[in-house]
């Protein structure tokens, strides 16, 4: 395996069981839709990880989305978005 891929796919199920491990520690005080946006994204970054360490077939259609929704949230989502779009193109451009 790529050792990008396996760095990117570990990135991504942390900051996506962050972000999920966040919203379920402020349940209480949010609004409804704020938990049910930002539970989608962390289970969609979760989904990411895992189909990258998985090594699926599908596994770019599903992380070039989140790379480009990754790269919003500054400082950590960016460094993330912008390195697995980097390897998706430096990979693009051998094939």
């Known amino acids: 395996m790529n050792t990008h891929k396996l760095i990117i796919g570990i990135s ?12 379920l520690l402020n349940l209480t005080g949010a609004d409804t839709r704020l938990l049910v946006l930002g539970s989608l994204a962390g ?3 979760l989904v990411a ?3 990258l ?4 077939s599908w596994s770019a259609r599903v ?6 929704l990754s790269l919003l ?17 430096k990979l693009e451009k051998m094939h």
């Open 12 to 23: 991504w199920i942390i900051f996506g069981a962050l972000i999920v491990s966040v919203l």
């Open 53 to 56: 360490i998985a090594n699926f």
């Open 63 to 68: 992380c070039l989305p989140c790379s480009a």
């Open 73 to 89: 949230s500054f400082p950590v989502g960016t460094v993330f978005g912008a390195y697995y779009l980097w390897y998706y193109f």
């Open 43 to 45: 289970l969609l970054y």
């Open 49 to 51: 990880g895992f189909s």
